[in-house]
């Protein structure tokens, strides 16, 4: 058997991110939150949502691909940084398939929002998305299937480019702390939810949190806590909300 070379980076661990292709934030974020030793490596799933009628099919049917490409950097864990497009029935066994597929454990951003509300004892939820409304309600009914009930959704449209899958990036995060602000704003909520890998994030969940008394969680900081403890690692992140705080 050939002697794998010895680490130089990621010597604790090495964390593969895959995203649509247009997404900028998960990578950025992922860094930010990696503690030393860690490392991140991030593949693209082709998403051209101006080329194909149904783009999230057209991106997972690359998966082969992706995942074969992505598995050349020997990762401990694999990210699959879709929210939208794994929110879809049991995440336990989504991910199950997955990591079959991929032949390394993989964790989905849809299943790491229902284990971090899980961990949080959090049920009812307001929903902050950057998607277009349908997308909301298809995450109003994957929630629900998961025993979490949203209570509000909104769709925080700043421009006209994320009703087609584009731009999702480019909602500012004063905007979206003043909307989550706003819409948990009553007394039977357990937590907030942001959901959409390609928004930032990590500027709001302390200032939300600090505004309304909840735990804050999001698409990008639950996948890296759930890839980061599916690789073995407990390390608390500072400035990444109440989930990563210990």
Known sequence: MTKQPARVYGTRARIALMVPSP????ETEFWTMAPAGVTVHTSRMPFFGDRHARPFDAMEAAL?????EVSTARPDVIAYGCTASSAR???AEVEARLTAQAGTPT???????????AVLGARRIVLLTPYPQAVNDKERKFFAENGITVLDDESVIVDEG?????????VPCDVLTERAVARS?????????????????????????GRTGLPVISSTQ???WKAARTAGL???VADAGRLLAA
């Not at 997404?23 to 998960?26: G, L, Q, S």
């Not at 964790?107 to 509300?117: C, E, H, I, S």
């Not at 994320?162 to 480019?170: D, K």
């Not at 007394?187 to 949190?209: F, K, R, Y």
Request: with cysteine.
């Open 23 to 26: 997404n900028t934030v998960a």
């Open 234 to 236: 407990d390390d608390a």
């Open 107 to 117: 964790v989905t951003a849809a299943g790491a929002l229902v284990d971090a509300l």
């Open 185 to 209: 704003d009553r007394d039977d909520v357990d937590a907030v939810v942001l959901s959409c890998c390609d928004m930032p994030t990590l500027d709001a969940i302390g200032h939300i949190e």
């Open 162 to 170: 994320q009703h087609a899958f584009r731009n999702m990036s480019a």
């Open 89 to 91: 029935g049991n995440p």
């Open 222 to 224: 639950a996948l890296f």
């Open 64 to 68: 082969p691909r992706v995942f074969e």
